[in-house]
């Protein structure tokens, strides 16, 4: 197999129904940024970080092609079995945040991303997360999203927060508050 097929060369692209659509179609974009998201979260799982947060992070790389296959559908002609985003997988973003907070302070000032290369790399993959959730709640004014796309982008933004504020506190390093000059 090929990896080049030259069908895109004048600037369109294939959905999986078959459908014909403009490279800077929503849809495009919305599938694109989740990629984008899914290979800034493999940059992290290659950081030196725990076991445990690396397989955490593989579930999601594992959740974000499910949900890269689901947007890059033509919800009126694709008939392939894609696989289903779940409750339960957002609900597992939920447990871990939960458990992450057990041990950091309370939140008391915007932080300021940085600190280190991978609480950096955290909260750029939070920005295109955010970017991301944007997209698809954008499409979703025009054509079939299922709704847990965009409440587990929302949840996994929350997420790559708090994984950056675990990194900080498990590496000691000081978190960047925002306190504004007045």
Not at 155 to 172: E, G, H, M, P, Q
Request: charged letters at 25%.
């Amino acid at each position: 197999m090929k990896i080049y097929t030259k069908t895109g060369d004048k600037g369109l692209t294939s959905l999986i129904g078959g459908t014909r659509v403009p490279k800077h179609h929503i849809r495009i974009e919305s599938y694109g940024t989740v990629d984008e998201l899914n290979s800034y979260i493999g940059l992290i799982r290659d950081q030196d970080i725990d076991a445990h947060d690396k397989e955490v992070l593989k579930q999601i790389q594992d959740r974000l092609f499910t949900i890269g296959s689901s947007l890059a559908a033509d919800p009126e002609r694709s008939r392939m079995i894609i696989p289903d985003l779940h409750m339960s997988d957002v609900e597992m973003l939920e447990i871990e945040m939960d458990t992450m907070n057990e041990s950091l302070a309370p939140l008391k000032h915007f932080i300021l991303p940085g600190g280190s290369n991978v609480i950096s790399f955290c909260h750029i993959a939070r920005c295109v997360c955010r970017r991301a959730e944007r997209i698809t709640v954008q499409l979703a004014e025009e054509s079939i999203v299922d709704e847990k796309v965009n409440i587990y982008l929302n949840r996994l933004s929350d997420y790559l927060f708090t994984l950056a504020r675990k990194i900080a506190n498990v590496n000691k390093v000081t978190e960047n508050q925002w306190i504004p000059r007045i």
